[in-house]
Nanobody
Framework: VQLQASGGGLVQAGGSLRLSCVASGSIFSINDMGWYRQAPGKQRELVAY???????NYADSVKGRFTISRDNAKNTMYLQMNSLNPEDTAVYYCKADITIRFSSLRRVYWGQGTLVTVSS
């Protein structure tokens, strides 16, 4: 199983980006999922989290601006980011708790990260 994150780039303050994370491989189901970010010199932090059901949680710093979503048919999760500001500059990582096909195993996987740079 692999997670491939994409959609990062350079954007001006106030702009928007949509990150995508595609899971591939022997996947039975994607359970919990999340987006994290790590800014230079800082620890990785949780940005948005979505459970296997419909519940979601967001870091206070992104509430009302970011939206996590998923398309189960495409094994893809998204992070819509609006009203971006320079403090959102970071490498963004996706993480998913996946049940492996033809087994009862659940494992956590990380994507490789995609860089988001917000200019002032």
């Amino acid at each position: 199983v692999q997670l491939q994150a994409s959609g990062g780039g350079l954007v001006q303050a106030g702009g928007s980006l949509r990150l995508s994370c595609v899971a591939s491989g022997s996947i039975f189901s994607i359970n919990d999922m999340g987006w994290y970010r790590q800014a230079p010199g800082k620890q990785r932090e949780l940005v948005a989290y979505g459970s296997g059901g419909a519940s979601t949680n967001y870091a206070d710093s992104v509430k009302g601006r970011f939206t996590i979503s998923r398309d189960n048919a495409k094994n893809t999760m998204y992070l819509q980011m609006n009203s971006l500001n320079p403090e959102d500059t970071a490498v963004y990582y996706c993480k998913a708790d996946i049940t492996i096909r033809f087994s009862s195993l659940r494992r956590v996987y990380w994507g490789q990260g995609t860089l988001v740079t917000v200019s002032s």
